[in-house]
């Protein structure tokens, strides 16, 4: 998107999404733009405030696709009023964590996903996000020095996920935005 370090974060995700999958081949993009949706839903729930521009990119080979997910880690364990690096999109201004109901809206339009689709990715993430717990809990017992760490990261994973399974859903309600 030609920004710098010291624009990266003064995008909005939606925007990056739609410059993204121009990249893409045509056939590939409504799987693109799901997999940007999936890494910001990943995001929010391990409490990445660091998830900017530079964190997202295309990969070319045969055909163009959305790099792998990286430099997913969570800032909020480091800093517990971190927010989000992006405004998830210039209609919906807000340099805070999203309602699920928010989220979800998003999904549709620039994710291009059915609803059911977004129950599943929501799914996904809640059963990945939890397999972390275990994960940093085990590794916290494990590792010298980062019980504490350990303890923060699955404390907050698990509120965040508890918090976003029990919020309201929008799923009913949503509009769509065609697809070009």
Same mark, same amino acid.
């Given at each position: 998107? =030609?920004? @710098?370090?010291?624009?990266?974060?003064?995008?909005?995700?939606?925007?990056?999404?739609?410059?993204? #999958?121009?990249?893409?081949?045509?056939?590939?993009?409504?799987?693109?733009?799901?997999?940007?949706?999936?890494?910001?839903?990943?995001?929010?729930?391990?409490?990445?405030?660091?998830?900017?521009?530079?964190?997202?990119?295309?990969?070319?080979?045969?055909?163009?696709?959305?790099?792998?997910?990286?430099?997913?880690?969570? @800032?909020?364990?480091?800093?517990?009023?971190?927010?989000?690096?992006?405004? $998830?999109?210039?209609?919906?201004?807000?340099?805070?964590?999203?309602?699920? #109901?928010?989220?979800?809206?998003?999904? #549709?339009?620039? *994710?291009?996903?059915?609803?059911?689709?977004?129950?599943?990715?929501?799914?996904?993430?809640?059963?990945? #996000?939890?397999? =972390?717990?275990? /994960?940093? &809990?085990?590794? *916290?017992?494990?590792?010298?020095? $980062?019980?504490?760490?350990?303890?923060?990261?699955? &404390?907050?994973?698990?509120? /965040?996920?508890?918090?976003?399974?029990?919020?309201?859903? =929008?799923? &009913?309600?949503?509009?769509?935005?065609?697809?070009?």
């Amino acid at each position: 998107m =030609g920004e @710098t370090s010291a624009t990266k974060y003064q995008r909005a995700f939606g925007t990056m999404i739609d410059v993204l #999958v121009e990249f893409i081949a045509p056939n590939g993009r409504t799987s693109a733009r799901s997999t940007l949706v999936k890494a910001l839903v990943l995001n929010h729930l391990l409490g990445n405030g660091d998830a900017h521009l530079k964190n997202f990119g295309v990969l070319y080979e045969d055909a163009a696709h959305v790099a792998p997910i990286y430099d997913c880690v969570s @800032t909020l364990p480091y800093l517990p009023n971190d927010v989000p690096a992006l405004v $998830l999109s210039f209609e919906w201004y807000s340099k805070a964590w999203w309602p699920r #109901v928010q989220i979800e809206e998003f999904a #549709v339009e620039y *994710g291009w996903l059915s609803r059911a689709a977004i129950r599943r990715m929501f799914d996904e993430a809640f059963e990945a #996000v939890l397999g =972390g717990v275990k /994960r940093v &809990t085990r590794y *916290g017992r494990e590792i010298a020095g $980062l019980a504490d760490l350990a303890d923060r990261m699955a &404390t907050l994973w698990t509120a /965040r996920v508890d918090a976003f399974s029990a919020e309201e859903t =929008g799923l &009913t309600t949503q509009r769509s935005r065609k697809k070009p």
